[in-house]
Nanobody, 124 residues
Framework: QVQLVESGGTLVQAGGSQRLSCAAS????????MAWFRQAPGKEREFVAG????????HYADSVKGRFTISRDNAKNTVYLQMNSLKPEDTAVYYC?????????????????WGQGTQVTVSS
């Protein structure tokens, strides 16, 4: 199995940028479909972006499309989420997740492994 550790979350002003990292150990990230989810206070965990296992195809939530980019560095065994043009509504705890299939799912219960989360706060 894989262990996931997120980092990079901080306080940033609206319009700014931030890059989150998800470092994996135990197995390689290329063995999984990978995704980022987020959860704001009082809200359900929601899908943000995903990356397929075999071809690295990507899928994004409509709310972040054109602003966020998910990527994978196999040499560093790390998945990234580059976030640009941040908005206050992007404020949440961001989680990295791995799924033991090749395809992405937007449903959190379908992921097998999770990191502990990293807080992103966007001030207006």
């Amino acid at each position: 199995q894989v262990q996931l550790v997120e980092s990079g979350g901080t306080l940033v002003q609206a319009g700014g940028s931030q890059r989150l990292s998800c470092a994996a150990s135990g197995r390689t990230v290329s063995s999984y479909a990978m995704a980022w989810f987020r959860q704001a206070p009082g809200k359900e965990r929601e899908f943000v972006a995903g990356l397929t296992r075999n071809f690295g195809n990507t899928h994004y939530a409509d709310s972040v499309k054109g602003r966020f980019t998910i990527s994978r560095d196999n040499a560093k065994n790390t998945v990234y989420l580059q976030m640009n043009s941040l908005k206050p509504e992007d404020t949440a705890v961001y989680y990295c997740a791995a799924r033991e299939t090749s395809s992405i799912s937007t449903q959190a219960p379908e992921y097998n492994y999770w990191g502990q989360g990293t807080q992103v706060t966007v001030s207006s």
